[in-house]
């Protein structure tokens, strides 16, 4: 594991970010923009704070961990801008700000007087990213939703599992909410180049199922092409085989695939069966109409030997195999300690804990954690203060009326 650097700036200095969402997809845009340099200034409500503080493993703290790590680098603050008076004062970090964050449902923010139009009368330059469950138009778009919705909407669910079982979930519950947040921080970076070019603020419209749905390859082209409607596979594909996951002789479970014909060329001197010699297999078209009896042949030459036999002989023969690793198998691999993918920071609140370390590898401009997530208000003071020039008479004042 490594060890967090101490702050430094980044890239997106001087970028500074409103996230007023809650949970962990709009949310997450910010926390990748937050880890190269931006300032991340996190509205909650006083008392209650982000549902994301109560979701998850608790911490004995009083925190979960799902706050600790993705509420990395940003300064929380309190603000009940559903009050006029609260509203006025978010006017006034936007007129300060770059971007403004938020995932309420559609009309929300309408009816609390911060439409786009509003905040961008007061800042024109001002990026405001809306990300909700379907959208900001739309004849579902008042519909709630959460990353489970997003994926049973998007296509995905339907085409997870076993062909004669239930659907189920696709990896991570939260996957949408992750993809999501990729996708909006790369909206956003797209909207600050506009912005720092022609001066023009703009709104970016992200809907939590189009991640999801963006990632299904060739399901829409195939469909409109010749009607093709993908269904349940397990751990196979339709359009490669072998591809799937494969049990060893002493109960380890391997992924193999073959996603090429010379892979597969390899593949099959490697196993040496007759039947994966004959020319007719050279060819994915012709592997796939005999996909159970090329299955079969790697389903058998795997469980004849143990885990480290197979990864050693795909190895020397340049076939693509891994190990199913649980996240214990994580910590002890040689590859993710090489890399530095395991973060180990001493937090002030929760004292040691070991986080995913932010990326991508950049050779100039690294993305870092100054700090993980901070308690509720932990910032009320220097934002108010330094930002807005607020003093100590008016905050005691705004949190006697649980504006802040």
Known sequence: MS??????????SGVRVLDAATFLAAPFAATLMGEFGAEIIKLEQPNVGDPLRRFGTMTDAGHTLNWTSESRNKKPITLDFRQSEGAEILKSLVAVSDVLI??????TFEKWGLSYDV?????PKLVMLRLSAFGQTGPNSSLPGFARIAHAFSGLSLVCGEPDRPPVTPGASTLADYASGVWAAFAVMVALREAGSSGRGQMIDLALYQAPFRYMDEMVPAFAHNGTVRVRMGAETH???????????????LAITCSSDKMFERLAAMIGDPKLLDPFYLTIANRLKKRDIVTAVVVNWVASLEASEV?????THEVPCSPLLSVADI????????RGDLLSMQDDINGAVVVPAPFPRMSETPPHIDHLGLPLGACNDEIYGRLLGLDA?????LKSKNII
Do not use: M
Request: proline share 9%; hydrophobic share 35%; charged share 25%.
């Open 119 to 123: 905040l961008k009368a007061i800042n």
């Open 331 to 338: 910590f002890d691999d040689p590859h993710y300690q090489a």
């Open 3 to 12: 060890t967090a650097s101490p702050a430094h700036k980044g890239p997106l």
């Open 239 to 253: 359009n490669l085989v072998p591809h799937g996951h494969f049990q060893t002789k002493d109960d380890r479970w």
């Open 102 to 107: 938020e995932n309420f449902r559609p009309g």
């Open 393 to 397: 008479d008016r905050l005691a004042a």
């Open 311 to 315: 990864r050693a002989i795909c190895d």
